[in-house]
């Protein structure tokens, strides 16, 4: 198990930084062994040219102390955008996210107007299904620059000794 690296509120915002606009960058945590998260993030990314947005694995030390201190429960399947020292998760992320990337207000508009608990069941569906229809990645598979250079903190899920190739 990884253990939390001693953090506060003041370094998260530190190591996450400055947005070229001078605003507080917005830190997104993502499930490191998601191949539709890693999709999600790259897809945030293509629509952030305001550069507001940086990543960690939810499971890297980082991840753990922001979940820790936020309350957001270990076990709870979700995406989490902590913004202005909030933790959003569940479908508010993805919402919370989608307000600040270029060209999503018709999106936004429709998933809007969709009440909270249906988007959430929703957001909680696809959750619990994600690695039966997309699979699983790692960070180290995804040699994407454009990620790579936003990640703030990293993780690697350890590898079974009988998935290892030998010396």
């Not at 600040?100 to 009440?115: F, K, R, Y």
């Not at 590898?159 to 290892?164: R, S």
Request: aromatic share 8%; charged share 25%; net charge negative.
């Amino acid at each position: 198990e990884v253990e939390a690296t001693p953090v506060t509120p003041a370094q998260i915002d530190e190591i996450v930084g400055l947005a070229p606009d001078g605003s507080r960058r917005r830190l997104v945590l993502f499930d490191g062994q998601c191949r539709l998260c890693f999709g999600a993030i790259w897809y945030v990314i293509e629509r952030d040219s305001g550069d507001k947005f940086r990543f960690a694995p939810v499971q890297s030390p980082l991840g753990l102390k922001v979940r820790e201190l936020n309350g957001v429960e270990e076990g709870l399947d979700t995406m989490i955008l902590l913004k202005d020292g909030r933790a959003h998760i569940l479908s508010d992320a993805a919402v919370e996210i989608a307000k600040e990337l270029d060209g999503m207000s018709q999106v936004l508009q429709i998933v809007g107007s969709v009440p909270i608990p249906l988007r959430d069941w929703g957001y909680k569906f696809i959750a619990e299904h994600r690695f039966n229809i997309f699979g699983t990645a790692r960070t180290a598979q995804r040699n994407d620059a454009s990620i790579n250079a936003r990640l703030v903190d990293t993780w690697e899920p350890e590898i079974p000794k009988i998935f290892e190739t030998p010396s």
